[in-house]
């Protein structure tokens, strides 16, 4: 139960959170939709989020940090699932490469590419991403919020622990504490926390 309540809150906490200038309706994007063994899949892309500003200091030696958050719901809003993956990127100085690391599904992955545009492409590309383990007929969205440096270093290891927990322990085992954690943070979060934010939702489907 209490994994229901926090996926249908979540979603609604984030759509509200972005700033007010946002608050029209978002626009939408074509998503490819994927009926996999496990569930259901999606690919998009979401490369927008990183202006050109923010493509120049990749390079800086700093980390740059995303957050993607993915909901799915209904026509009448009911949200059904929710996924999200935080990932860094990092230029190493010395041996003058990217080092990427993704978190989702687990366990981090980390990987070195030789230039930033295959950096961009290893966290803002999903190609057949597992979002949900069951979809209910009808028609559906997806509803998307990605985040460039969210401020909040406590936001980025409460991901960590949900993504950590997978869909069958947080069914069970999801404790009020970090349900807490989440909501405070979606409810306080000021306008322009993020240094750049993005979102969309898909066409309607049926899966």
């Known amino acids: 139960m209490w994994q229901r309540l926090t996926t249908a809150l979540l979603v609604a906490l984030f759509c509200i959170a972005i700033p007010a200038s946002a608050n029209k309706t978002p626009p939408v994007r074509r998503v490819g939709i994927h009926r996999t063994e496990s569930g259901l899949a999606i ?45 860094s990127i990092v230029y190493d100085l010395w041996n003058e490469d990217f080092v990427v690391t993704l978190t989702a599904d687990r366990a981090p992955r980390t990987t070195r590419v030789p230039t930033a545009d295959q950096a961009i492409d290893r966290v803002a590309i999903l190609r057949r991403q597992p979002i949900a383990a069951n979809a209910p007929p009808g028609p559906l969205r997806l509803q998307v919020l990605v985040e460039i440096n969210p401020v909040s270093e406590e ?53």
């Open 43 to 87: 690919s998009t892309r979401f490369r927008d989020v990183f202006s050109r500003d923010i493509r120049q200091r990749l390079t800086s030696g700093l980390p740059t940090r995303l957050v993607a958050h993915v909901a799915l719901e209904d026509e009448k809003g009911r949200t059904h699932a929710y996924w999200a993956q935080s990932a």
């Open 155 to 207: 936001m980025l290891r409460n991901i960590h622990r949900w993504i950590a927990r997978g869909d069958s322990d947080a069914q069970h085992t999801l404790g009020r504490n970090f349900f807490g954690s989440f909501v405070g943070y979606l409810v306080d979060r000021r306008i322009g926390q993020a240094e750049r934010e993005v979102r969309f939702v898909s066409q309607w489907f049926t899966p």
